[in-house]
């Protein structure tokens, strides 16, 4: 049973709009969420984290929201830029049950057109 | 700036050889992770080590055996190779079981076996 889901395999925005991708999570236990990017041939890179006592974290064009009640996660991107295509993996980890490790999504590939 | 240094990069096996994937990190982490990522999925955690001195199976440990040498070096060794364990092997370390401090990865090592 996958614990964290990307239901979208792919997303196709145009250069300057907004990009958001999304994840689900079945357990209520995870407190800690991040994101990661990931280019071809490269490992993932982190890119941003949202403890559970947040709803909310921006850096710069990119925004995490978490909603705890639906068990949902996403990121937003704004402006999108064609760097920003990439394989995105959602992961979500327990502080206090799980030692650290993080357990991830599938991933979503963002393509943005010039 | 190496960050987390993986080798080899890229490796072809034949069914029912034996080989080690070696990881080195060079930024004082204490813990450290070995995942496979498959085509369209995500990562899937093989084995991690907390601290040095400990490993632990992750979601998917058989036909993988792990050593922690030292508190820089993690390895993953295929005792018998099977056209199943084809992937792409991920690295990771992070500062430690207590922190939710995200995780560094390497670049991979692509792994065929026939």
């Known amino acids: ?114 | 700036n190496a960050g987390v240094t993986q080798t080899p990069k890229f490796q072809v096996l034949k069914t029912g050889q034996s080989m080690t994937l070696q990881c080195a990190q060079d930024m004082n982490h204490n813990s450290m992770y070995w995942y496979r990522q498959d085509p369209g999925m995500g990562l899937r955690l093989i084995y991690y080590s907390a601290s040095e001195g400990t490993t632990d199976k992750g979601e998917v440990p058989n036909g993988y055996n792990v050593s922690r040498l030292n508190k820089r070096e993690f390895s993953l060794r295929l005792e018998s190779a099977a056209p199943s364990q084809t992937s792409v092997y991920f690295c990771a370390s992070s500062e430690g079981p207590s922190s939710n401090q995200p995780q560094h990865f390497g670049d991979g090592t692509r792994l065929s076996i026939l």
Not at chain 1, 3 to 11: E, G, H, I
Not at chain 1, 13 to 40: A, H
Not at chain 1, 45 to 71: H, M, P, Q, W, Y
Request: charged residues 20%; aromatic residues 12%; proline residues 5%.
């Open chain 1, 1 to 114: 049973d996958q614990q964290v889901k990307q239901n979208s395999p792919s997303l196709s925005v145009q250069e300057g709009r907004i990009s958001i991708l999304n994840c689900d999570y079945t357990n209520s236990m995870f407190d800690y969420f991040l994101w990661y990017k990931k280019y071809p041939a490269e490992g993932p890179t982190f890119l941003i984290s949202i403890s559970s006592i947040k709803d909310k974290n921006e850096d710069g064009r990119f925004t995490v929201f978490l909603n705890k009640s639906a068990k949902h996660l996403s990121l937003h991107i704004v402006p999108s830029q064609p760097g920003d295509s990439a394989v995105y993996f959602c992961a979500a980890s327990s502080l206090h049950t799980n030692a650290g490790k993080s357990t991830f999504g599938d991933g979503t590939t963002l393509t943005v057109k010039p």
